[in-house]
């Protein structure tokens, strides 16, 4: 268990699913006790229904689930309910409840019949409200709010319960990303300053990858894999699932994964008989280009360029085809012949606003070769002299090609002058 937490949560061997039709199959699990655990997994994986289980509401069909050791299912289901509080993802509220009295029906698992609430039972949803920053609102109507707010007054009345174990199940649908952000914030917040233990559905990986300690990823009923966001959230686990290209980068600003989807599949992407575009690029520069040209439907072809660099891993991504050379090292005069033998085929050649130093000046002789034999020239020009470290040499050459080539200023032009240039199958 990460940090060595105690287990709160453990799931063996479960099975669960609606009558004798299986939907959940076989989950080993263990859940941290103050851990924030993200549940991910693409539409009918069976992430509800495992979280219905866990909460109790849905016994399994085989296997056992345990809060703290003991049997969640032979539990009385008051006290259950005292120590377990459940946020679905389509909570309504159909009576004009104000938001306190919303709030109070989170503490009906202390009251006794026919008995009103205590000064345990208010300070427990004064307490509540305060921790969801919805005391102002205490007197408003439910129906007058927004998805928001009525999203915080959901979980407002979970807390109410004082819950040891909070589940969520897919809060942040039907919010937007501000909403989300705020949401996510307040959960969090929650985990760290109550110890609460909270296992999350989400759809949002990227919300899951920076919010949660660990995080399980499944398909097709069963659990693909558990552990940080940078063990689950790979990609050949997320393509796997999900059946789509995506990329993996560092979050620049915190400490976790950041997924990117990309708009279809590898074999979409790059037909085989499709025309090829070479492009020159390194330091991140043609990556933008590269998506356009491959969502457009071209074969693409990139080089040459250092392993590692942002281009290259875009390359990879994309699944582009390469000619690569060492990290760090310069353009040689093989890898030079290796990329000439693409010239032939190319239907142009785009060169992005690269950087140019000594290690990869060598690259415009690609281009030069190129406009030589008569293949079109796309230039997306940039500031030469900024990016020009060679003392002077790139610029010069650049602007000795710029007149004979093709110029554009941005990623869209680019790919929308070689469409116009280059015809691609079936048009």
Same mark, same amino acid.
């Given at each position: 268990?990460?940090?060595?937490?105690?287990?709160?949560?453990?799931?063996?061997?479960?099975?669960?699913?609606?009558?004798?039709?299986?939907?959940?199959?076989?989950?080993?699990?263990?859940?941290?006790?103050?851990?924030?655990?993200?549940?991910?997994?693409?539409?009918?994986?069976?992430?509800?229904?495992?979280?219905? =289980?866990?909460?109790?509401?849905?016994?399994?069909?085989?296997?056992?689930?345990?809060?703290?050791?003991?049997?969640?299912?032979?539990?009385?289901?008051?006290?259950?309910?005292?120590? @377990?509080?459940?946020?679905?993802?389509?909570?309504?509220? $159909?009576?004009?409840?104000?938001?306190?009295?919303?709030?109070? %029906?989170?503490?009906?698992?202390?009251?006794?019949?026919?008995?009103?609430?205590?000064?345990? $039972?208010?300070?427990?949803?004064?307490?509540?409200?305060? +921790?969801?920053?919805?005391?102002?609102?205490?007197?408003?109507?439910?129906?007058?709010?927004?998805?928001?707010?009525?999203?915080?007054?959901?979980?407002?009345?979970?807390?109410?319960?004082?819950?040891?174990?909070?589940?969520?199940?897919?809060?942040?649908?039907?919010?937007?990303?501000?909403?989300?952000?705020?949401?996510?914030?307040?959960? +969090?917040?929650?985990?760290?300053?109550?110890? %609460?233990?909270?296992?999350?559905?989400?759809? $949002?990986?990227?919300?899951?990858?920076?919010?949660?300690?660990?995080?399980? %990823?499944?398909?097709?009923?069963?659990?693909?894999?558990?552990?940080?966001?940078?063990?689950?959230?790979?990609?050949?686990?997320?393509?796997? +699932?999900?059946?789509?290209?995506?990329?993996?980068?560092?979050?620049?600003?915190?400490?976790?994964?950041?997924? @990117?989807?990309?708009?279809?599949?590898?074999?979409?992407?790059?037909?085989? =008989?499709?025309?090829?575009?070479?492009?020159?690029?390194?330091?991140? +520069?043609?990556?933008?280009?590269?998506?356009?040209?491959?969502?457009?439907?071209?074969?693409?072809?990139?080089?040459?360029?250092?392993?590692?660099?942002?281009?290259?891993?875009?390359?990879?991504?994309?699944?582009?085809? =390469?000619?690569?050379?060492?990290?760090?090292?310069?353009?040689?005069?093989?890898? %030079?012949?290796?990329?000439?033998?693409?010239?032939?085929?190319?239907?142009?050649?785009?060169?992005?606003?690269?950087?140019?130093?000594?290690?990869?000046?060598?690259?415009?002789?690609?281009?030069?070769?190129?406009?030589?034999?008569?293949?079109?020239?796309?230039?997306?020009?940039?500031?030469?002299?900024?990016?020009?470290?060679?003392?002077?040499?790139?610029?010069?050459?650049?602007?000795?090609?710029?007149?004979?080539?093709?110029?554009? =200023?941005?990623?869209?032009?680019?790919?929308?002058?070689?469409?116009?240039?280059?015809?691609?199958?079936?048009?």
């Amino acid at each position: 268990m990460e940090n060595n937490r105690p287990v709160k949560v453990k799931l063996s061997g479960v099975t669960c699913g609606y009558g004798p039709r299986p939907i959940v199959l076989g989950v080993e699990l263990e859940v941290g006790e103050h851990e924030l655990f993200g549940l991910v997994g693409p539409n009918a994986s069976g992430k509800s229904t495992l979280l219905r =289980t866990i909460s109790g509401y849905l016994p399994p069909l085989s296997g056992r689930v345990e809060l703290d050791g003991r049997d969640l299912h032979q539990m009385d289901p008051q006290g259950r309910a005292r120590r @377990i509080a459940v946020v679905s993802q389509d909570y309504h509220y $159909d009576f004009a409840f104000s938001v306190e009295e919303s709030v109070a %029906l989170g503490r009906l698992p202390y009251l006794k019949a026919w008995h009103p609430a205590g000064p345990d $039972d208010r300070n427990a949803v004064d307490r509540a409200l305060a +921790a969801t920053a919805l005391t102002r609102l205490r007197e408003a109507s439910v129906l007058e709010l927004s998805g928001g707010q009525v999203q915080r007054v959901t979980i407002a009345r979970a807390l109410a319960q004082e819950p040891e174990l909070l589940i969520l199940d897919e809060p942040t649908a039907h919010l937007d990303i501000g909403h989300q952000s705020d949401l996510m914030e307040l959960v +969090a917040g929650l985990n760290r300053s109550q110890g %609460l233990t909270v296992i999350a559905a989400l759809h $949002d990986l990227n919300l899951a990858a920076r919010y949660c300690h660990r995080i399980a %990823l499944m398909c097709e009923g069963r659990l693909l894999a558990v552990g940080t966001p940078w063990e689950v959230l790979t990609k050949e686990r997320l393509e796997g +699932a999900y059946g789509i290209e995506v990329m993996i980068a560092p979050n620049p600003y915190y400490a976790c994964p950041h997924v @990117i989807v990309l708009s279809r599949r590898r074999e979409q992407l790059q037909p085989a =008989t499709g025309p090829l575009i070479m492009v020159i690029g390194g330091g991140g +520069a043609a990556a933008p280009i590269m998506s356009h040209l491959v969502g457009a439907g071209f074969r693409v072809w990139l080089g040459v360029v250092n392993v590692g660099d942002g281009d290259w891993e875009r390359a990879r991504a994309l699944g582009v085809s =390469t000619t690569e050379i060492a990290p760090f090292s310069p353009v040689t005069p093989e890898a %030079l012949a290796r990329a000439r033998k693409w010239l032939p085929e190319a239907r142009a050649l785009v060169l992005a606003p690269v950087p140019f130093g000594a290690g990869n000046l060598a690259n415009l002789d690609l281009v030069e070769e190129a406009a030589a034999r008569g293949t079109t020239v796309v230039l997306q020009k940039g500031a030469y002299q900024e990016r020009d470290f060679t003392g002077g040499l790139a610029t010069e050459r650049l602007a000795r090609l710029e007149p004979s080539a093709l110029v554009t =200023t941005t990623p869209e032009e680019t790919s929308e002058a070689v469409c116009r240039l280059v015809a691609r199958p079936g048009q």
